[in-house]
């Protein structure tokens, strides 16, 4: 079976990695959020990006799911020490990758062809594209005012109330070469469980209309996200968070809704929404999981 998949970073990767070690690499293509994206030190930072490559190269850290392994700090240490910006924290072998990609941009390159060269490099088979080449800007408005996406994500860590979203750029944006072949040419286009609202929603805002089988993994599990803000952002704008927030959020758009065993007294509910469900174990803790999660996501796919 062909799958498009829709990822944001750490819960869109690990989900990611799962596909990526059942399907062949021509039957998997992971387009993913570049929202967050920003410059930073006179580089050019991709945190998702960065995080379902370093997932699927198998160079990814696995306590925090973002960055590198076996990672060095040195070059952070320094610019601290000498006044410059530390709180985003970029290890020394993370800082190459926006080093060079920073350089290549600065040639005129384009996002996609670069990532293409970074996953050729890194060894990685199947296919990952930026959501656009184009430069799409997250903006947080909160209860302090509009916030860039990281000054609010990292250096704010999600604080502020959020009272709702802009992509800046992303109506000029075309989704990067390979987006909509790869969707065109999908048995099944898959959400994967990352945040509804900074993550996916600036994908599909990118690709438009999908006129295919669209199957999403929700992000909310019991209530809660597993990690990150989605929740919070959830019961913020005043939607009690739960799996049938995230499947009301993609009710338009969804033939399938995977839950969690936890999430079992929601079914009836998605199922009034007009969309097929499986409720399965979906919490991914170990490389194991999230290659069962995916057999589970693509039988149930499979089965629409
Ligand atoms: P970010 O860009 O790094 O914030 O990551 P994503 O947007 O891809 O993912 C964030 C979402 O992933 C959060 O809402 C988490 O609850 C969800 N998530 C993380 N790990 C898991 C997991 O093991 N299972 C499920 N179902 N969701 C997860
Ligand atoms: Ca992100």
């Not at 970029?90 to 920073?102: C, F, K, M, Q, V």
């Not at 065993?261 to 999230?290: F, G, H, S």
Request: proline letters at 6%; one cysteine or more.
């Amino acid at each position: 079976m062909k799958i498009a998949a829709l990822a944001g970073g750490v819960g869109g990767a690990k989900l990611a990695h799962g596909l990526a070690q059942l399907l062949p690499p021509e039957d998997l293509t992971v387009i993913v959020n570049t929202g967050d994206d920003f410059e930073h030190l006179g580089l050019y930072i991709c945190p998702d990006l960065d995080t379902v490559c370093y997932t699927l190269a198998g160079l990814a850290n696995p306590e925090t799911g973002w960055g590198r392994a076996d990672e060095t700090w040195n070059a952070i240490s320094n610019i601290e020490r000498l006044g410059g910006p530390a709180w985003f924290r970029l290890g020394d072998n993370d800082l190459a990758t926006h080093i060079e990609r920073a350089r290549r941009l600065k040639e005129g390159q384009m996002l996609s062809q670069i990532t293409r060269d970074f996953c050729k490099a890194w060894n990685i088979g199947h296919t990952i594209l930026p959501m656009s080449d184009s430069p799409v800007r997250t903006i947080v408005n909160t209860d302090e005012g509009e916030l860039a996406f990281q000054e609010y994500f990292v250096r704010r860590r999600c604080e502020p109330r959020v009272t709702g979203f802009r992509f800046d750029g992303v109506e000029f944006a075309e989704p990067a070469p390979g987006v909509k072949e790869a969707i065109q040419s999908a048995d099944a286009v898959m959400i994967c469980p990352s945040n509804p609202w900074v993550s996916v929603d600036p994908i599909l805002k990118i690709v438009g209309a999908i006129e295919k089988k669209v199957v999403a993994v929700s992000p909310i599990i019991a209530g809660r996200t597993v990690k990150g803000p989605a929740a919070k952002m959830y019961a913020e704008l005043g939607v009690e968070p739960s799996a049938l927030a995230v499947a009301n959020h993609y009710r338009s758009i969804l033939r399938g809704f995977v839950l969690d065993n936890a999430d079992l007294k929601y079914e009836p509910q998605v199922k009034e929404l007009n969309i097929m469900t499986l409720t399965t174990d979906t919490l991914m803790n170990d490389v194991e999981d999230r290659a069962r999660l995916a057999r589970a996501a693509l039988d149930f796919a499979g089965s629409l």
